[in-house]
């Protein structure tokens, strides 16, 4: 789906270096109530927040652009994130909406790819950021919270995945049938 032209703030990145962090426990509930963190008790809760950068980002400021080298996860505490993507003919198209408890930008713990897509903050929005140099330190020193971290973060890509194949399957059907019915014709 196409997306409207609105105005976007560029990402104010080093600024967002030097903000205070905000209340350590609504970011603790935020964590239990996720997969990769709902079985952490709550001195690997503590040990992993360590590893939390906060960030704020103002309505419309990008958080990151489509084609910037991806190094870390992404995690809402407050706020709400756009997710597009541009094609080659530059028509810019929204693939998804997250905001409190969501996160993204998980492939770039996993891989060393480039970012597949842009996130822009909709409204003012308070951002957990988890670099990977950090988590992989993280599943080193403590391996089994290290392994539920990544089974968790397997569980919401193979969500998103099976979402994408059931949207395919249901797009190729429809042009199936659009296809017969012009054939008919």
């Known amino acids: 789906m196409e997306i ?15 903000k205070t962090p905000s209340n350590k ?23 992993f927040m360590k590893l939390i950068h906060n960030r704020v ?7 990151f652009y489509q084609g910037d080298p991806g190094i870390c996860l992404y995690i809402i505490r407050e706020g709400e994130v756009l997710i597009n993507q541009i094609d080659e003919e530059n028509r810019e198209y929204e693939l998804g909406r997250f905001s409190r408890g969501d996160f993204f930008g998980e492939l770039a713990l996993l891989d060393d790819e480039i970012r597949s897509a842009s996130a822009i903050a909709l409204k003012e929005t308070n ?9 992989d330190e993280f599943i080193e020193k403590y ?43």
């Not at 509930?29 to 690997?44: E, G, I, Q, W």
């Not at 951002?127 to 988590?135: E, G, H, R, S």
């Open 143 to 185: 391996p089994k919270q290290g392994i539920e971290v990544l089974r968790g973060i397997s569980q919401i890509i193979a969500t998103r995945l099976k979402s994408v194949n059931h949207d395919y399957m249901s797009c190729y059907q429809n042009l199936l049938k659009n296809q017969k019915e012009l054939n008919l014709e």
């Open 4 to 18: 409207s032209n609105r105005i976007i703030r560029k990402s104010n990145f080093w600024a967002n270096l030097f």
């Open 127 to 135: 951002i957990a950021v988890i670099f990977k140099p950090d988590l």
């Open 57 to 63: 980002y103002e309505a419309n400021e990008y958080i």
């Open 25 to 47: 426990t609504d970011l603790e509930d935020v964590l239990l109530s996720m997969p990769p963190f709902k079985s952490f008790d709550r001195k690997h809760i503590a040990l």
